[in-house]
């Protein structure tokens, strides 16, 4: 079954959002939803599939009831794989990511351990996590 959406948490929203909508862009991503004073925010290309909310942002019974329960710290080490439509896409979110403060982990390239026609980028956001963008098609 594949992927609804994911979130994660973050200490900074206002870093964090400026960070991802720039990181994200090339790919299509945009803000599609904030709530709770804009302390969570989902992101996606026709619905929100990737959903940031920052650390604390649930003060109430209410939103705690409302919200998932936050499984961990902001900056818990994951990887998150973004599909990309062309390497053009790949190397556009790369450039955007690092304009935008992350750091490189991997330049945009062919990785044929992971397959033929593997076609990622790799690099750490502002909080330390592994980010990717990958593309899967011929050249």
Partial sequence: MPLAHLGITVQ???????FYEAALKPLGYTVQVTF???KVLGLGEHYPDFWISEVNARKTEE??????????????????????????????????????GAKDNG???LRPHYGPTYYG???YDIEGRNLEAVYLGEA
């Fill in 107 to 109: 330049a945009p390239g």
């Fill in 36 to 38: 709770l004073d804009d």
């Fill in 63 to 100: 939103e705690k009831k409302a919200l998932p329960p936050q499984s961990g710290p902001a900056g818990e080490f994951i990887h998150l794989a973004f599909s990309a439509k062309s390497r053009d896409e790949v190397d556009q979110f790369y450039e955007a990511a690092i304009a935008a």
């Fill in 121 to 123: 980028a790799f690099v």
């Fill in 12 to 18: 900074d929203i206002s870093k964090a959002r400026a």
